[in-house]
């Protein structure tokens, strides 16, 4: 178990998989610095959940 992990995580795929994601993490922290891409961000989701709320799927409690 504990080679296989090993390989897992010394494999360059893997490695380029936490890469990605530091680098995807990064991109996104600098944009929340951002008040204009927040905000835009904001609507974005409430859009989203109110889409979600109005539709015939919704099933209230």
Do not use: D, K, Y
Not at 38 to 50: N, P
Request: proline share 3%; aromatic share 8%.
């Amino acid at each position: 178990m504990v080679a296989t992990l090993q390989r897992l995580v010394e494999s360059a795929r893997f490695q380029r998989f936490i890469i990605a994601v530091i680098v995807i993490n990064a991109i996104t922290l600098g944009l929340e610095t951002s008040p204009s891409v927040m905000a835009e961000a904001a609507a974005f989701c409430w859009r989203s959940i109110g889409r979600r709320c109005s539709s015939s799927s919704w099933r209230s409690p």
